[in-house]
């Protein structure tokens, strides 16, 4: 398998602009995590989804912030407009989640960087 | 919010050496994970222990759990150059059915 993936690796845009961030969680897992790692932060819990249906959504900082998963291997994080204060890491990460949170599954993330 | 917070916040050992970094947290869990993640990348899961455990191994790994002072611990036997990254706990909570990640141990092996 080639684990969780997630593209684009590297985003640079200006502030305002749309920005869509994808994520393919590994075939079979029923969860899927977004997470935003920043120095001041940490590594903050946006948002997850249990069988593609959005369970927890506290982390999402506004408005701006929307994710979806039209099905089981597919995810996208947007952020429209964006602004300087969303430059972080993002990760997507995904998990069998039986009668508790095991082991989760991380991508290499997304550089997103808002000018 | 964060639920575990590492102790270090950095740790600097010579190759050989043990290293240990210790997390504390608030609430009952059901279980906690540590995670490590280097430079760039994303976080890899290393174990996990449960509530009901107290001690685990996996190599040259360690982990212990005390939960009447919420708070676990993880060694790292005989370190090596590549065991350098950032090391992170997360538990979950025991209504949560989430992860909630400390702040991260920075640990630096120096050959």
């Known amino acids: 398998d080639a684990g969780v993936i997630q593209s684009p690796r590297h985003e640079v845009t200006e502030m305002g602009q749309e920005v869509t961030l994808r994520c393919k969680p590994i075939?079979?897992?029923?969860?899927l995590f977004w997470y935003r790692q920043t120095m001041m932060r940490g590594l903050e819990l946006l948002i997850y989804?249990?069988?593609?249906?959005?369970?927890?959504d506290s982390g999402m900082p506004e408005d701006r912030f929307s994710a979806k998963m039209p099905n089981a291997s597919f995810s996208t994080l947007k952020i429209q407009p964006s602004e300087p204060r969303d430059s972080a890491v993002y990760f997507c990460?995904?998990?069998?989640?039986?009668?508790?949170?095991?082991?989760?599954?991380f991508g290499p993330g997304t550089r997103l960087t808002v000018l | 919010s964060q639920q575990g917070e590492e102790d270090p916040q950095a740790l600097s050992i010579q190759e050989g050496e043990n290293a240990t970094m210790n997390c504390s947290y608030k609430?009952?869990?059901?279980?906690l994970q540590w995670y490590r993640q280097n430079s760039g990348r994303g976080l890899v899961h290393l174990i996990l222990?449960?509530?009901?455990?107290r001690e685990k191994h996996s190599g040259r790994l360690r982990v212990t759990l005390d939960t009447s002072k919420k708070s676990s611990s993880l060694l790292i036997t005989a370190s090596r150059a590549a065991d350098t990254a950032s090391y992170f706990c997360?538990?979950?909570?025991?209504?949560?059915?989430?992860?909630?990640f400390g702040a991260g141990t920075i640990l630096r092996v120096k050959s």
């Open positions: 990460a995904s998990s069998l989640v039986g009668g508790g949170i095991d082991e989760q599954f």
């Open positions: 075939s079979g897992h029923n969860s």
């Open positions: 989804f249990n069988n593609n249906v959005p369970i927890d």
């Open positions: 609430t009952s869990i059901n279980n």
């Open positions: 222990i449960r509530s009901n455990e």
């Open positions: 997360a538990t979950e909570e025991e209504y949560g059915n989430k992860l909630v």
